[in-house]
């Protein structure tokens, strides 16, 4: 797994399930060695469509843009 994934993966267990990616965005400053990568909207999408190909997460489209869900939590 690359970087970039594991730090979407760590961002959503501990900042919550659901996030939008401007929220993911944002919050990767918080783990600048983990999250270097992951310097766009771009970026996090990328990222974000290979963990769903191996079924970590998944997305829905809200107003407002994406919002990504670790599996197996309820979803708001």
């Known amino acids: ?3 970039n ?5 760590k961002i ?3 900042h919550g399930n659901g996030l939008f990616t401007n ?6 400053k918080n783990y ?4 270097k ?3 766009s909207g771009n970026h ?15 997305k829905k489209i809200a107003k407002g843009g994406f919002k ?3 599996k197996n939590i309820n979803q708001e």
């Open 37 to 39: 990568g992951c310097s």
């Open 23 to 28: 929220e993911i965005l944002q919050l990767t």
């Open 1 to 3: 797994m690359k970087s």
């Open 12 to 14: 959503l267990k501990i």
């Open 44 to 58: 996090i999408i990328s990222s974000g469509l290979e963990l769903i190909n191996i079924g970590l997460i998944e």
């Open 68 to 70: 990504w869900y670790l």
């Open 5 to 9: 994934e594991k730090c979407i993966l």
């Open 32 to 35: 600048p060695k983990l999250c």
